[in-house]
């Protein structure tokens, strides 16, 4: 069905909200235009990366190469408190790092749709005032996931093993993904705030002491006393301690109450950013002048 159809004003199709349907029939109406302009955006994205893989690849030269550079160059001098290799200790932290660079590319991707014309023309359009956050969000999700895979395998190559067993595993890649689906809406508001796609790779420079921050590379207790103190509460730390659990990598606890409660802060930080951020890029969308 085209806008065009969908248009009341046009063909008289009835729309949610107007007044001519009981209100569940509205309700459900909502939904299914909801998900199914959700889908059409997702498609639409899937199509760019379709296009041009190249993306991906370009996405996951910076953890690989920094695989290569801390696992190989680096890593005979580094130590994991508590013994272990220190390749065990590094993946599932480039694993986390990789999920959380991902939302710079969410908010360059969407700059670049809105210095185009292209927010504004969905805008235009007929469309649930959520599809473009959601079906962006969509999208990515399964970038991510093909991103996670292909660094999964790399890991692999070098030599890494999940020692957890399959069920652990799957739980450490789930909440890694859980990771990149809360920052997607943080990616999602920023590319809707900044002016122009060379302000959105500026952002850089705020992402990666982020990322450096953490328990990535080293464990917190090897840092001065504060900077340990915001490595350790920074989220993407309790998912880099929460995936090493359950991989059966080395873990290298620093004592702290959130240390200790690796698994549950790997769930609540990723809740948290999601209900903080998700609001906030749809009213955003909804927001942005015709």
Request: proline fraction near 6%; hydrophobic fraction near 50%; charged fraction near 15%.
């Amino acid at each position: 069905m085209t806008a065009r159809e969908r248009n009341p004003a046009t063909t008289g199709v009835r729309r949610p909200g107007d007044g001519s349907e009981r209100g569940s029939d509205r309700g459900h109406r909502r939904a299914y235009w909801a998900v199914s302009d959700c889908w059409n955006v997702t498609r639409r994205t899937l199509t760019h990366y379709q296009r041009r893989p190249v993306a991906i690849v370009w996405q996951l030269g910076f953890p690989i190469l920094s695989l290569l550079l801390y696992g190989y160059v680096f890593g005979s001098a580094m130590k994991v408190p508590g013994g272990g290799d220190y390749r065990e200790f590094l993946m599932p932290g480039m694993f986390a790092m990789t999920m959380a660079m991902g939302f710079m590319n969410t908010a360059v991707a969407v700059v670049t749709d809105a210095s185009k014309g292209v927010v504004d023309r969905f805008r235009s359009m007929p469309m649930a005032p959520s599809a473009f956050a959601s079906g962006r969000g969509v999208a990515d999700l399964a970038v991510a996931a093909a991103e996670l895979t292909i660094l999964a395998v790399t890991a692999l190559l070098i030599g890494w093993r999940a020692d957890g067993g399959a069920p652990g595993a799957l739980g450490a890649f789930g909440l890694l993904l859980l990771l990149r689906f809360s920052l997607i809406w943080v990616g999602v508001w920023l590319g809707m705030l900044v002016p122009t796609p060379e302000a959105a790779g500026g952002l850089y420079a705020v992402a990666f002491p982020l990322t450096m921050i953490s328990s990535t590379f080293v464990s917190p207790s090897l840092m001065p006393d504060w900077l340990g103190f915001v490595a350790a509460w920074n989220p993407i730390s309790s998912t880099a301690t929460a995936t090493r659990e359950l991989f059966g990598n080395p873990v290298a606890g620093g004592g702290t109450w959130v240390e200790e409660h690796a698994l549950l802060m790997a769930v609540v930080w990723p809740l948290v950013i999601t209900l903080v951020f998700l609001p906030l890029a749809v009213r955003r969308f909804q927001g942005l002048s015709r």
